[in-house]
Nanobody, 128 residues
Framework: DVQLVESGGGLVQPGGSLRLSCASS????????VGWFRQVPGKEREGVAVLYQRNIGSDRTYYADSVKGRFTISQDNAKNTWFLQMNSLKPEDTAMYYC??????????????????WGQGTQVTVTS
């Protein structure tokens, strides 16, 4: 089974930054959509940032409106790892963050139910 392992969550003050990492055990690595989702109790899991690797060096990214300009998704193919750099964090960014991956075409990249693989989640708490 493919395993995704997140790291990098924690407690941060408003305006601060965190960097999340997700490492995939998939061999050979063939995921073409990788992303980050978040969830708070009582709400649906929402897409935060997704990267679609069309070709080597030609990626397309998708962001939720609420994080555009503050969050950046990136990938290190050599290490089967992707990242979420989160800057200018706000209290409303507080959530459990999950990484996800898919080997096949995803019609709606920010929609959670289209992904095959999921990490266990890492908590991000933004508070003063």
């Amino acid at each position: 089974d493919v395993q995704l392992v997140e790291s990098g969550g924690g407690l941060v003050q408003p305006g601060g930054s965190l960097r999340l990492s997700c490492a995939s055990s998939e061999q050979p690595y063939s995921s073409i959509f990788v992303g980050w989702f978040r969830q708070v109790p009582g709400k649906e899991r929402e897409g935060v940032a997704v990267l679609y690797q069309r070709n080597i060096g030609s990626d397309r990214t998708y962001y939720a409106d609420s994080v555009k300009g503050r969050f950046t998704i990136s990938q290190d193919n050599a290490k089967n790892t992707w990242f979420l750099q989160m800057n200018s964090l706000k209290p409303e960014d507080t959530a459990m963050y999950y990484c996800a991956a898919a080997r096949y075409w995803v019609q709606y990249p920010l929609k959670a139910d289209e992904y095959e693989y999921w990490g266990q989640g890492t908590q991000v708490t933004v508070t003063s």
